[in-house]
């Protein structure tokens, strides 16, 4: 259960508001009468983004079809574990070796996919991430 913060943090609060990205130590400061929402929705989006470009990357997907999964997977509320839209994400890999390479790799991209859903389904207002074309130009 959430308790509410002492008077003294909401005199921190109104004096100023930062928000500090933990990787590189950038800050972002604004003023209070700055329109914080915005700027929060802006950001968030933007890491969106860059986290998926990164998941796309490290693991080889298709990157039309990964923006497409993520989309229908904000859209609907959950990623889609079953079915075959995942099939269209992964990279070519045979279905008939030995090791289970296929299903290694499957299940690989749930678990980053989802921890990514999980990471922004929350926080951002339920935004729909661009397609790809739109995503290279956001930056």
């Given at each position: 259960?959430?308790?509410?913060?002492?008077a003294?943090?909401?005199?921190?609060?109104?004096?100023?508001?930062?928000?500090?990205?933990?990787?590189?130590?950038?800050?972002?400061?604004?003023?209070?009468?700055?329109?914080?929402?915005?700027?929060?929705?802006?950001?968030?989006?933007?890491?969106?983004?860059?986290?998926?470009?990164?998941?796309?990357?490290d693991?080889?997907?298709?990157?039309?079809?990964?923006?497409?999964?993520?989309?229908?997977?904000?859209?609907?509320?959950?990623?889609?574990?079953?079915?075959?839209?995942i099939?269209?994400?992964?990279?070519?890999?045979?279905?008939?070796?030995?090791?289970?390479?296929?299903?290694?790799?499957?299940?690989?991209?749930?678990?980053?996919?989802?921890?990514?859903?999980?990471?922004?389904?929350?926080?951002?207002?339920?935004?729909?991430?661009?397609?790809?074309?739109?995503?290279?130009?956001?930056?």
């Open positions: 259960m959430l308790k509410t913060p002492p003294r943090w909401w005199h921190s609060i109104r004096l100023r508001v930062r928000l500090r990205h933990g990787k590189n130590g950038q800050n972002i400061t604004r003023d209070v009468g700055a329109n914080i929402d915005e700027d929060w929705q802006e950001f968030v989006s933007k890491r969106k983004i860059e986290e998926l470009e990164q998941i796309i990357k693991e080889n997907l298709n990157r039309d079809a990964a923006y497409t999964f993520v989309n229908n997977a904000f859209r609907d509320g959950n990623i889609a574990t079953t079915g075959t839209a099939t269209n994400v992964l990279p070519p890999v045979s279905r008939f070796s030995k090791t289970g390479e296929r299903t290694q790799k499957r299940e690989s991209v749930l678990t980053r996919l989802a921890q990514f859903f999980e990471r922004f389904f929350d926080i951002s207002n339920l935004s729909i991430i661009p397609l790809a074309e739109s995503a290279l130009n956001f930056f």
